[in-house]
């Protein structure tokens, strides 16, 4: 897997994620989820330039332009409920993309620290040979991504693959790496070195979904 770490050069996407973390800042819902929205719009970019183009001809008041255009028939997934901001930026920029929705989230039978990833709700167009973008904001232990992928299978084979997250774990971009092919790529805006015994990212910057939409309450 094709690992695109853009926390290694400096840029404008660096005060996004300092505002993410910021736990004063975080609690102002509204700003959170839109820098989820505009780090989404700056992995869309960066992830573009590795796509398929044509040339197009553009008819102007004043004559022809050439142009180059992305020639790939994108599917656009997310996880909900805290893919949904991520979502959102990445749909800014392809913005004729298809859509796919899959809830995923951890279950806990016994042992608190301990869980599986149940997939529930699923609606997906066809994927065979598209060009599949797969979000999750918080790629942890990385099972939900691997979860996810297996339940769209039945949907097709896409000819291409794009894992989009804003930040991960070390172990979880490991375990990824192990489960999705070599030319898979993988879109992350930081990467932190650690999990909790909970499973999760350390420093991190706490459960994407409630700081984004609220608390939730538990089964």
């Known amino acids: 897997m094709q690992v695109h770490n853009l926390s290694e050069d400096n840029s404008i996407l660096n005060s996004f994620i300092a505002e993410l973390r910021?736990?004063?800042?975080?609690?102002?819902?509204?700003?959170?989820?839109?820098?989820?929205?505009?780090?989404?719009?700056?992995?869309?970019?960066?992830?573009?330039?590795?796509?398929?183009?044509k040339d197009q001809i553009i008819k102007t008041p004043l004559g022809e332009s050439?142009?180059?255009?992305?020639?790939s028939d994108i599917v656009l997934c997310s996880i909900l409920r805290a893919g949904v901001p991520l979502h959102n930026g990445l749909l800014n920029y392809f913005d004729d993309a298809e859509n796919a929705f899959i809830s995923a989230y951890r279950h806990h039978k016994h042992d608190p620290e301990s869980f599986e990833i149940i997939v529930e709700y699923?609606?997906?167009?066809?994927?065979?040979?598209?060009?599949?973008?797969?979000?999750?904001?918080?790629?942890?232990?990385?099972q939900s991504m691997v979860a996810t992928f297996e339940a769209l299978k039945p949907f097709g084979t896409p000819k291409e693959v794009h894992l989009v997250s804003v930040i991960g774990a070390k172990e979880g971009v490991d375990f990824v790496s192990k489960h999705f092919s070599k030319t898979t790529h993988l879109w992350i805006a930081a990467v932190d070195d650690q999990l909790s015994d909970k499973g999760y990212i350390v420093p991190g910057l706490g459960d994407a979904g409630d700081l984004a939409f609220g608390q939730k309450l538990q089964n």
Do not use: W
């Open 22 to 53: 910021d736990v004063n800042i975080q609690q102002d819902r509204m700003r959170f989820r839109r820098n989820i929205e505009r780090i989404g719009e700056v992995l869309g970019y960066e992830l573009s330039k590795t796509l398929q183009f």
């Open 66 to 71: 050439h142009t180059q255009i992305y020639n």
């Open 122 to 142: 699923l609606a997906c167009p066809n994927l065979e040979g598209k060009t599949l973008l797969l979000a999750d904001p918080m790629l942890a232990t990385g």
